[in-house]
């Protein structure tokens, strides 16, 4: 039998490597999942090998797309969506606080131990110190919301109501998906790296497609791809 060329589909490494980091981010695969698909395309990789590109260039592919998105999305007239979703490690429970605009960017995660005032405190100033202050922020009735906004002097851009954080809430959905797939995480600094790319990729391929029409779609979508594959380039 004929042994097939690894880059039957690709030019070269590095456009393997960026559809393997693809792959096993944005869609809810495991690795070896991945390395199944790859092998399909002709690549022999393992899966530890995969896991080896996630770690050493998923944050690098997920911090040049933040730099070039984070300056056109500044703006104070934002409507940010906070919310805190549950998540174990090695069976404890942690939370994992995100902020999402009004078009359903994530625009920041952050895992804490609790969630009190100090951890939404912590997280709220992250927030607006990477992204500028909003002009409303929509939250749930956690009293630490209220307490960590007092300090920073924002009690007046606090809304609250039972239907007022449907984004927040439907953001998490991607990450749960994922968070299956993966069975869980086992350190909350690998909780922190992983949300983070994930929160990038997803931004960078979220499209809203039911908002535009098929054409629109296809060609953002096109788009969006291109500008992938240019990631580190070179």
Known sequence: MTKRSPFKYFKTSSEIIRLAVMMYVRFPLSLRNVEDLLHERG???SHETVRFWWHRFGPMFAGEIRKRRIEGLKSS???????????????????????????????????????DKKAALKFLRKALKKHGRADVLVTDKLRSYGAALKDLGMTDRQETGRWLNNRAENSHLPFRRRERAMQRFRRMRSLQKFAAVHASVSNHFNQERSLSSRDIFKTNRTAALAEWRGLCAG
């Open 43 to 45: 690549v022999d990789v």
């Open 77 to 115: 007239r934002w409507r940010w969506h906070l919310d805190e979703m549950f998540v174990k490690i090695n069976g404890e429970q942690h939370y994992l606080w995100r902020a999402v605009d009004h078009e359903g960017e994530v625009l920041e995660s952050f895992v804490t131990k609790t969630r």
